[in-house]
C-alpha cells in the first residue's frame, strides 16, 4: 500500500467533537487557536461544519504543548513556522531558560511554604523559647516607609522582586534606640523583604548572623522591646550583643490581626563571655 500523503494530511474529514476527544482539549480551545490563525479549518458548503485534517491534529498537538510550557499565543506561530534548525536552536534555548527560571520561582515558594511550616511547628512546640543559632543569612530587597506621611509606596520591595511572594516575609532591622524608646526612635530602622537565594541583589542587602539567640513569639508588637530588653538582662553574662536586632515577621498567619503576627526575633551576640 503506498500512502497518499495529500490524502491521508491534508484531506479535512474530523468535526471538532472527534478533535477535542482525541486531543483532550475544548471546543472554546480551539476555537481561540482558529481565531487566532493557528489553525484553519474547512468547511463544509453543504451541512455547515468545520472539518480538521491530520495536519491540523498535529499543529495543535505542538500548540498545546507550547501552552502547558505558557508560550503566549502570539509567539506560538515562531515555532510552526519555523524552517532553519539554528533557528529551532535557539527557541528551544529560549524556553529551556523560562522554565529553568519557572523551576526555580516553584522550587521557592516550596521551600518558603516549608518555612512558614517549620516556624509554626517550632512555635506550637516551644513558644516563646530561646534558642542559639548560627550562621544565619538575611537576603532582602530593601523597602521604606515614612511614618509622618505614611507613604506606602516607599514600602515595596525594588524592581528586582516583581512578586507578591516577597511580601510575605518582612524583615525589620532596628537599633538598640528603637527598644529603649519602645519604637519611637525609627532614625536607624531597614525595611526589607525576604527573597530567592538566586535573586539579583542591591548592596548592602545580604546580612549574616555568626551567632543570635532566637526567639519566635506571637505576642503583640507593643510587648517587643520588652521582650528584647529582658533578653539582654538574662543572657549579659554570657554574651555581648550587637546594638541591633532582627525580625522576621511573617504576614501569612494572623493576617487580620495585626498586632500579633508570629514574629522571629534575632538578637546577634558579638561575642561570647568567659565564664
Not at 186 to 199: A, F, R
Amino acid at each position: 500500500m503506498i500512502l497518499d500523503r495529500e490524502e491521508y494530511f491534508f484531506k479535512p474529514r474530523y468535526k471538532i467533537g472527534e478533535v477535542c476527544k482525541a486531543l483532550g482539549t475544548t471546543k472554546d480551545a480551539l476555537r481561540y487557536y482558529e481565531s487566532s490563525g493557528i489553525i484553519v479549518p474547512k468547511r463544509n458548503e453543504h451541512n455547515g461544519y468545520k472539518y480538521y485534517s491530520i495536519a491540523d491534529l498535529e499543529i495543535l498537538n505542538v500548540t498545546l504543548f507550547l501552552r502547558a510550557i505558557e508560550v503566549p499565543i502570539q509567539e506560538i506561530p515562531r515555532f510552526l513556522q519555523c524552517k532553519d534548525m539554528d533557528s529551532y536552536g535557539e527557541l528551544l534555548d529560549e524556553q529551556i531558560e523560562k522554565v529553568t527560571q519557572r523551576i526555580n520561582y516553584w522550587t521557592y515558594i516550596k521551600t518558603l511554604l516549608s518555612y512558614f511550616q517549620k516556624a509554626l511547628e517550632n512555635y506550637k512546640q516551644n513558644p516563646n523559647s530561646i534558642t542559639l543559632v548560627k550562621d544565619v543569612k538575611f537576603k532582602f530587597h530593601k523597602g521604606e516607609f515614612d511614618y509622618e506621611k505614611g507613604d506606602i509606596t516607599k514600602m515595596a520591595a525594588s524592581k528586582n522582586a516583581p512578586t507578591g511572594t516577597y511580601h510575605i516575609s518582612k524583615l525589620k532591622i532596628v537599633g538598640k534606640n528603637w527598644i529603649l524608646t519602645n519604637r519611637e526612635d525609627v532614625s536607624d530602622l531597614i525595611i526589607g523583604h525576604l527573597c530567592n537565594e538566586n535573586d539579583a541583589m542591591e548592596e548592602g542587602s545580604i546580612c549574616i548572623l555568626p551567632q543570635a539567640l532566637l526567639i519566635t513569639t506571637l505576642e503583640s508588637l507593643d510587648k517587643v522591646p520588652e521582650i528584647v530588653k529582658n533578653i539582654w538582662e538574662k543572657y549579659e553574662n554570657q554574651y555581648d550583643f550587637e546594638d541591633k536586632v532582627y525580625f522576621v515577621e511573617h504576614a501569612f498567619f494572623n493576617v487580620f490581626n495585626q498586632g500579633e503576627l508570629l514574629r522571629n526575633i534575632y538578637l546577634p551576640i558579638v561575642q561570647t563571655k568567659r565564664s
